[in-house]
Every structure is written in C-alpha cells, then in structure tokens.
C-alpha cells in the first residue's frame, strides 16, 4: 500500500510540474502575443484558445497542491509555508484568470481594459509563480522533520 501511495505522489509531482510549465511558459507567450498583435485577428484567435489550456494547467496546479498539502501536517514550518505557497500560487492565478476575462475578452468580455494592463498582471503573475516555486523547492528538501 505504502508504495501504491508513493507511486501516486510522484504521478501528481509530475502532473503539477508539467502543468507548472505550460502555465508559467504559457502566460509569457500570451502576453507576448496581446502584446504584439494587439488581441486582433489570427494571433487574437489563438491568444484566447491558449489562455484556456493555460487556464486549465492553473487549475491542475492549485488542485494538486490542495491534494498533496497533507505531506506537511506533521511540520508546523512546512505547512505554514505551503499555505504560503498555495496563496501566492492561487494569487497568481487569479492574475492569469483577469487578463483571460477582462483582457482578452473571452466569454463575451470584450476586452474592456488597455492591453497594457495584461503586461503588468502577466509580470505579477510571473512573480508569483516564482515565489511559488522557490517555496516548493525549499519544501521539497524537507524529509520527515
């Protein structure tokens, strides 16, 4: 049993990192391209179908996170710190979620703020992943304390 449950952290640890970077790498590539095309035409289109897969890999990472914060229970440290994490993750997200809506204009938004502002919350959002990645890696050097 006990290896069935570490075959299945390990799965979500590599769910959650590949999700990480398709997010993370994704809203650099979606603000570059509102930033270049302006959120008009073909790059408009494909800005807005990829803030969806983006939106799902935000999602994938906040839930993996929820399910996995039972490792840190027994550390008071580390479980403060991951509720950090998960705070500045979810921040983070919610950052990638308003330039989707109200940037974008996906769901009938019709992009009613300047195009300007997706570049200052995609940078917020950027640094809020980092945060949340600098805190998972020093949480993942925690074994059994």
């Not at 994938?60 to 509720?83: E, I, K, M, N």
Request: net charge positive; charged share 10%.
């Amino acid at each position: 049993m006990v290896v069935w449950r570490r075959a299945v952290v390990v799965a979500l640890e590599v769910l959650h990192a590949v999700a990480l970077g398709v997010w993370s790498g994704g809203s650099v590539v979606l603000c570059w391209l509102v930033w270049r095309a302006g959120g008009g035409g073909v790059v408009g289109d494909v800005a807005r179908w990829f803030s969806g897969v983006v939106e799902v890999c935000g999602v994938v990472v906040v839930g993996v996170q929820f399910v996995l914060r039972r490792r840190y229970a027994g550390w008071r440290v580390g479980y403060v710190w991951d509720g950090v994490r998960q705070l500045v993750t979810f921040g983070a997200f919610f950052a990638g979620e308003w330039v989707r809506y109200s940037v974008l204009g996906v769901g009938g938004g019709g992009g009613v703020v300047a195009w300007g502002a997706s570049v200052w919350f995609t940078g917020f959002e950027g640094v809020a992943v980092v945060v949340g990645v600098a805190v998972g890696v020093w949480l993942s050097g925690w074994r059994g304390r």
